[in-house]
């Protein structure tokens, strides 16, 4: 059974950081396209960030763009995403997301190509 169980999340101020990992089960992550979509209140959800099977490329989503690092750590099959200079906007549920088909390219948060999601974690920047 595929499983993606996010944590990390938290309360945090402005300006400040945190560190969200992704830990899978039941498949190779280096095997696999993953990422993180966000989805705030009352907002649609967004794409973040996502790495490749190699690791060799990775896309983010303008707004996050030299504040936010994605990483994987083979050895822990786990999944994780930096986030620094947070701002009130960046607060929403984090979802991580992995699948074996859908590329790490421009457009691959797009309709509904990453099939397995985990169940969130809550970010909330807050002064």
């Known amino acids: 059974q595929f499983q993606l169980v996010e944590s990390g999340g938290g309360l945090v101020q402005p300006g400040g950081s945190l560190r969200l990992s992704c830990a899978a089960s039941?498949?190779?992550?280096?095997?696999?396209?993953a990422g993180w979509f966000r989805q705030a209140p009352g907002k649609a959800r967004e794409g973040v960030s996502c790495i490749s099977k190699s690791g060799g490329s990775t896309v983010y989503r303008d707004s996050v763009k030299g504040r936010f690092t994605i990483s994987r750590d083979s050895a822990m099959n786990t999944l994780y995403l930096q986030m620094n200079s947070l701002k009130p906007e960046d607060t929403a549920f984090y979802y991580c997301?992995?699948?074996?088909?859908?590329?790490?390219?421009?457009?691959?948060?797009?309709?509904?190509?990453?099939?397995?999601w985990g169940k969130g974690t809550l970010v909330a920047v807050v002064s």
């Open positions: 997301v992995a699948d074996p088909a859908t590329p790490c390219t421009i457009g691959w948060a797009e309709g509904d190509g990453m099939d397995y």
């Open positions: 039941g498949f190779t992550l280096d095997h696999w396209t």
